[in-house]
């Protein structure tokens, strides 16, 4: 790996969906050692529980229920735990996301019926209206806040106002939109919406979460398949003993509760929303500057991460594009599109303007090196 330029920690910046680059100071966090029964260790918990019920406005109405694992765990422990198995689920699809959970209602069996768009188009409004009035069995919709595949942001309050009206649960998949795109539990209805640490909360990867409201989560007893994925009965063991059932993912929780802290530091949603929103207008400005073409026009593009179309240039190989990148200290991603050949660059994680006119600048000098002069689309 070259010397040029890297995090304070040597590493790459991680230009990812996640896992993200970290501040040093939520990697030192994990420095330490805390045994899970600790006083300490319960008290940090148990205020990181109230915190996140915080950031949805949803004290006195919702809880919050941790969950060892990745962000998936945690969308399969929705499902499985606020879908009954009587239940029929309204999947809207327009990504990878989507179809994973329908992957997880087979491996459930939970009967469901997808609605899907195109990975370039947000769900539609009123084919959802439609589909509510023709089936009476739909119990449950569920929602991609933010599509990683592409970047694109759907419209939740609208999604959120249609099934409201229908008096049906919504459930939501926030993983790489929480903490940056504002969610009010008092403006937007829903069961509950999960999301994970090492998203935009700029934690370490290893823990996911569910913020569900109280009366709904009651009603979930029972439900879930899995033991280890019950959030019912994690939710009342914590609320008995302040304690997780199993080994709890004690350094991820050290850090994420600095994450929280720096969170609160930058202005909560506000603050870490704008940030990412002034790294997406850079970087977007900048590509389209060199030629490349983003996949979403502005007002569908979530400032999470941006999908660029493949340059069809003979010289053009994103294999070393990609390497070139890492070695001048930049991580991004590859594309996970049906409908476009593609490459993906995030901008979240402890990133500012600098790392992405950084990234810019990589970008530049290799397609210099391959000796491309204009970008083909």
Known sequence: MSTSIHSPTGDPYLLTPGPLTTSPTVKQAMLHDYGSRDQTFINTNANM??????????????????????GTFSVEAMIGCFVPSDGKLLILINGAYGHRIAKICDYYQREYLIQESAEDTPVDIDTLDATLNSDSDISHVVVVFCETTSGILNPLQAVADVVARHQRSLLIDAMSAFGALPLDAQEITFDAVVASSNKCLEGAPGMGFCIARESALQQTKGNSPSLSLDLYDQWQAMTKNKQWRFTPPTHVLLAFDQALNEFDEEGGVAGRGGRYRENCDLLVAGMRELGFKTLLPDELQAPIIITFHMPKNAEFDFNAFYDGLKDQGYVIYPGKLTVADSFRMGCIGRLGLDQMQGALDAVKNIIAKFGIEKIIN
């Open 49 to 70: 529980l109230n915190r996140l019920v915080d950031i949805v406005n949803g004290a006195g109405t919702h809880v919050s229920v941790p969950l060892q694992g990745s």
